[in-house]
């Protein structure tokens, strides 16, 4: 009777179960996890290779190469590095090949005059307290660098004024020298290959043309 009446009530608590399960109430659905209009987010692993490069694409956007029959033009130099490169903007999509260039140039700045370099700081002051003595007012003792214990006594563009200011403190019983003032300076020219289809003049693209140099070059 004992083993009746177990069978009867796990048979009883079985179906209970199935009921449940069956007839039972589901959860409802997950919200999405982005607001709509927004794009899913991705791990970088899940996203898809990207497409290979085009080797034709690559090739087509890369300079012709040199050719035997090529004909190349230097123009410069450019004033400032602005000008140069206006330059190259304008020239570089009509042109098979172009690159620019900057080289530095000795030019003359004016002319110096001055009392050359003394042996001690003490001996430079000293002149320079003489010529305050004799009414000279501008001058400039230097004080570091190659040029250190030299006293300037001016600074000229033009070589005629220099003269007669070298010749005033001379005439004060001193011995000034006079030089050029030498600077080195950066100049920019661009270099570009000349497309061989006619009509083609780089002065109807470039600003200022009349004032930049030209001249057949090497080619590159």
């Known amino acids: 009777m004992l083993l009746r009446l177990t069978f009867l009530l796990l048979l009883a608590l079985n179906l209970t179960v199935a009921s449940w399960i069956v007839f039972g109430e589901r959860p409802p659905p997950r919200p999405p996890a982005t607001d709509p209009g927004v794009a899913e987010l991705r791990l970088l692993s899940e996203r898809p290779p990207p497409p290979a490069a085009n ?14 029959g090529d004909r190349c033009m230097t123009l410069g130099p450019f004033d400032t590095e602005a000008d140069m490169r206006a330059a190259l903007d304008a020239l570089n999509p009509r042109v098979p090949r172009i690159q620019y260039r900057e080289e530095q140039a000795a030019t003359a ?3 110096w005059v001055y009392l050359p370099a003394m042996a001690t700081r003490e001996q430079a002051l000293t002149a320079a307290r ?12 230097v004080t570091a660098g190659d040029r250190q ?13 220099a003269g007669r200011r070298q010749a005033q403190i001379a005439a004060l019983g001193f011995k000034p020298a006079l030089s050029q003032r030498i600077e080195q300076v950066p100049q920019y020219f661009v270099d570009f290959v000349e497309p061989t289809a006619p009509g083609f003049d780089w002065r109807t ?3 200022n043309a009349s004032t930049i140099g030209e001249h057949a070059s090497a080619c590159f």
Request: charged share 20%; hydrophobic share 45%; glycine share 6%.
């Open 205 to 207: 693209l470039v600003a």
């Open 55 to 68: 080797p034709s694409a690559e090739l087509a956007q890369a300079p012709r190469a040199a050719q035997p």
């Open 130 to 141: 003489a010529l305050a003595a004799r009414g000279v007012r501008d001058y400039y003792v």
């Open 149 to 161: 214990n030299t006293i300037s006594l001016g600074l000229f563009r033009d070589q005629a004024n």
């Open 109 to 111: 700045r004016g002319w």
